[in-house]
């Protein structure tokens, strides 16, 4: 089984800090991505990557940053958190590369952060 | 984007088939349907996915509507287990899609015992 690994499953930070959320995907797969949920708004996209070294914007990148140095592994990085940060954030991971259609997403459990 | 439309709660009760409706009356040609679903204070999870055919797997089938606007997700017998939010989702048919999801607010399963 596809097994996606979060960092922590309970995260609390101070506004100003800089976070860093690591995501772990064993199956060798090419995609990977970063999402927060929030009541009222579902997943969002944050950032994905579609190979080592690679990644593109989401749908809210503004705030975030992300790092992927191994296929395996992709870092979501808060510089400055602040309040309005504070979320669930799931990562995931697919098989396929540039273009695929119909392949599947794997998620980990999730990380909540808090920032105060 | 194509969009879904999906009803916001639904109730069954343990052991009886739970038919999930999702309506997509703009899905493109090339639009595959997926549905996931998420457990209480867990990640998403994949159940099934299909194009056109009605297809079937160990969680669950999917009845996907001639015209392709509509599609049912089927839990022939529901457990508590089951109880969660259901996500149909249309593949990002943009040529940089690189397998994006755009989840909707999905239905909420409630299974009585």
């Known amino acids: 089984d596809v097994k996606v690994t979060q960092s922590s499953r309970y995260l609390v930070k101070r506004t100003g800090e800089k976070v860093f959320l690591e995501c772990v995907q064993d199956?060798?797969?090419?995609?990977m991505f970063w999402y927060r949920q929030d009541p009222g708004l579902g997943l969002r996209l944050i950032y994905f990557?579609?190979?080592?070294?690679?990644?593109e914007k989401g749908d809210i990148p503004e705030g975030y940053s992300v790092s992927r140095e191994k296929k395996e592994r992709f870092s979501l990085i808060l510089e400055s958190a602040s309040t309005n940060q504070t979320s669930m954030y799931l990562c995931?991971?697919?098989?396929?590369?540039?273009?695929?259609?119909?392949?599947?997403?794997?998620f980990g459990p999730g990380t909540r952060l808090t920032v105060l | 984007d194509a969009k879904t439309t999906q009803p916001n709660s639904m109730e069954s009760n343990e052991e009886e088939p739970v038919h999930l409706p999702c309506n997509h009356s703009?899905?493109?040609?090339?639009?595959?349907i997926h549905w996931y679903r998420q457990l209480p204070s867990q990640g998403p999870e994949y159940v099934i996915h299909?194009?056109?055919s009605n297809v079937n797997n160990r969680m669950a089938s999917l009845a996907i509507a001639e015209d392709r606007k509509s599609s049912t997700l089927i839990l022939h017998r529901a457990t508590l287990r089951d109880a969660a939010v259901y996500y149909c989702?249309?593949?990002?048919?943009?040529?940089?899609?690189?397998?994006?999801?755009?989840f909707g607010q999905g239905t909420i399963l409630t299974v009585h015992p």
């Open positions: 995931a991971s697919s098989l396929s590369g540039f273009g695929q259609r119909g392949d599947t997403q794997y």
């Open positions: 199956m060798d797969h090419e995609n």
């Open positions: 990557s579609y190979d080592v070294k690679m990644k």
């Open positions: 703009t899905i493109s040609g090339t639009d595959y």
């Open positions: 299909g194009l056109t």
């Open positions: 989702i249309l593949r990002d048919p943009g040529g940089t899609s690189y397998g994006k999801l755009t």
